[in-house]
């Protein structure tokens, strides 16, 4: 929140508040704007807006608050919605070892919690993902597919590129997303499963992954895809 604290002051008066944290004994703390060096200054009026998603969390979502406070405009999805804030409690009986535990509960600079609900945006953009989306944008598979493309299409001239997606660009997608899997799939799925016994872990894994190479089959060639594909060959 200290971060936080000081960017607002690059775009807020000073003392503008950010957020306010209450302790389960009843201690609050005041986060606000701070004044911003010398020379950082950003002349008034201006306006500014701020782009968020669903992983825009703690800090980043208070801030994002903040400046809708000060006339600022929110764009993007929902964000996360933390509304606590937590800390390290070394563990007396395990010296190195300490756990997390949640240390107080957080308000936005217009006093409203966002535990479990978020900062909704005033302008609504980009689109919603599915989980097999997100999990092809974590894993790199586009990236991947990017290079499975330039395999397919070794001779591939940087101007024939749009062409090139427009003929085979599905067709591709289909037949790269029928073989592709997680680098850590295995490794993932027994991980979940690592309760049962093996023959269990193992079978549990196997039925995963089916079902998981069954969903991103099931996918088509987004935008995402097709993008690195041609940034791979504007590089």
């Known amino acids: 929140a200290d971060v936080a604290a000081e960017l607002l002051g690059l775009l807020a008066p000073p003392g503008a508040p950010l ?31 701020v782009l968020v998603d669903g992983d825009t969390r703690s800090a980043a979502e208070l801030f994002a608050g903040a400046i809708r406070h000060q006339g600022g405009v929110v764009a993007g999805r929902r964000t996360f919605g933390k509304g606590s ?24 600079a217009a006093g409203n ?6 900062v909704a945006p005033d302008v609504l953009a980009g689109v919603d993902e599915t989980p097999v989306e997100a999990l092809l944008l974590a894993k790199g598979a586009y990236f991947d597919f990017a290079s499975y493309f330039e395999r397919r299409h070794p001779d591939l001239a940087d101007g024939d590129v749009e062409a090139a997606l ?9 037949a790269f997303s029928a073989t592709w899997r997680p680098p850590d799939v295995d490794d993932a ?13 193992a079978a549990a894994a196997k039925a995963a992954l089916y079902e998981l190479k069954r969903e991103v089959a099931k996918t088509t060639a987004s935008a995402r895809a097709l993008d690195a594909v041609r940034a791979r060959h504007a590089a």
């Open 19 to 49: 957020a306010t944290a209450t302790s389960p004994s009843g201690a609050t703390t005041r986060y606000v704007a701070s004044a911003p060096p010398v020379g950082l200054e950003i002349p008034a009026p201006i306006r500014v807006v």
């Open 85 to 108: 804030a937590q800390e390290l409690r070394p563990l007396k009986s395990l010296p190195g070892y300490a756990t997390r535990a949640t240390a107080a509960a957080v308000l936005d």
């Open 113 to 118: 919690s966002l535990d479990g609900v978020g």
């Open 166 to 174: 427009q003929r085979d660009g599905a067709a591709a997608w289909r």
């Open 189 to 201: 799925l027994l991980l979940e499963a690592s309760s049962y016994p093996p023959a269990a872990r």
